[in-house]
DNA sequence: CAACGTTGTTCCAACGTTGTAAACAGGGGC
DNA sequence: GCCCCTGTTTACAACGTTGGAACAACGTTG
């Protein structure tokens, strides 16, 4: 093993607590034995050994953050956050995948009790409120981007019902009027699909317009793609489609081009996550931006309570921050 | 805290160090023991405390993985795989992002973050080779995605100069002769791109084609898009360009298109790394596809190897398969 | 100058686990 | 009936750390 505390007191000849006492800036340690210590742990590049500490503490340092799968690009793009969120902590972060299954959800609920991890940050798919609630394990938890009404654990997330009625209207305003809703699920028991589409209906009944909603199994390009193209052999095309994220309107995108059509002189289309890609297709994609480092920041935040103190025992609720971002994609005609 | 072996013990009347066997599998246990220790086990829910365990055994089952930036496609593609190849070794993989800082870098290499983690991928791209060899740190190392010659870690990549070389000489037999290349780094001391480089030169000479490098500062879209742009305002416009990774290609795509100019008929595009967004950009995006299962599957496996025994001292160089993945973009005119 | 408080340091125990070695029980061979 | 062997179980110590009690040294106060 490496350098323990053991060897620094041989070496400065003095105890093993007094080390212990300069390593966590105990206040009452003499400037001489201080001095003498701190020579000795320098000279032998003394390394704390987490797991003894974490032991002795009961902590481990380290939150899992679980989320359907990194390689989405709003997850990684939010990823990046917490992780930054986190050191700012002195926490290290493991990520789980869930794949958006109920099983792996269960699976990393219920295991994080093995002590590895001091508290969890979930984004969570198909895992529902009453679930939630029966779990026996007192591992501090916080929802991440869903909103579970009057959940059993910390939760934050954008309104997502205000922001896909945002985004219809904004398609509506263009003068859109066969405006199209692609993303709803069936399976979600309380995903943020339902919400969307809230929002999405909202928006279209206060202007009399009628709707039409496609529905998709997961976010991903190639769902939009396969979404998109039964809505163009359909009868009655759109003018506006709203997809629920910006994976679905990518993958919608290249299905409009691809049959010759012009976007968004022929359909206007939005979606939602601000994605990079995004901001770097032709045309851009108008969307809506949550923001992601104000999520990353309260998720963390709310954790690192649950985890010191008993934060009041009520669950938190709160609300990040999001932005219209209209781009060619929803340009006038 | 939790369930200790104690209080199974008590609840089966034997003594820890039978129930630590039971745990762990130990042959010679009595079947009725066993059953009772197994009852009790089950009853009180028991899960080993993973820090008492790493602290005895002097492992923390986690590894990391070190990258400069998650929110990179590739990297976050990768990272899945790494994931899902470390799980089924029972490790954790915290992630650690460089943002390609030699700082950081250094820092990651050294403070492998205490004695919190047994092994460290890493992703370099700022430190150099002597530096590498100098390190004193003995956590055990594998080096992903880079090729530094003779390096004092074990290391897997693919082959990026016959990678490169191959998408250059894709080019050439579209007939095109201005064949620039879009990606080179001044900075890099031992990163991919000098690799990339040398194959793009090896392909052109072969054909006596003259060479166009534009120099970029990071490997993002919009420094694709810049270098890109200044490409077109100079005078001999290119017929073709090879960009050194997927999203400069994508953002020189972005500033190709919205100039007028037609992607394959004006100029033909590649990209390296097969990140899900050039299959639905449009055009799609030509490119080199690492296997990246294989990579991280060979990443895990060496750091296992070294963490396990001396996996035989000479670090190993591993090789990673990739496909040339021709797509609309360099479709013949 | 004795009693006392303050400051600095050490000793001991404990966190939960597992390797080692020793103790113990039962069975077979003499 | 004794001994040894095998199989099963246990006691103990140790991994490296830190909280708390105990203790020593010192200066202050009555």
Redesign the interface.
Known sequence: ??VSLRDVADLAGVSVKTVSNVVNGYAHVAPATRAKVEEALSRLDY??????R??RR?R???IALALP???A?YF??L??FV??AAAEQRW??????TDGSLERERQILDGV????VDGLILSPIAIGADELAARTDETALVLLGERIHDGPADHVAIDNVRAARDVTEHLIGLGRTRVAALGAQDSAVSGTAPLRLAGYREALAAHGLPETVVRVERYR?ADG?AAMAGLLTGGDRPDAVFCFNDLLA??A??AI??RGLRVPEDIALAGLDDI??G????P?LTTVAPDKAELARIAVDLLRRRIDGRSGHAPQEVRAGYRLMARESTLGR
């Open positions: 093993m490496g390394r704390p050994n987490l797991s003894a974490n032991l009961g481990t340092g380290v799968e990194l390689d690009p990684a793009e990823s990046r992780i930054d290290l972060v493991v990520i789980e995948q009790r093995d002590h590895r390009r793609a990518l993958g995108l290249r081009l691809s990079e890609d901001r770097y297709s032709t851009t």
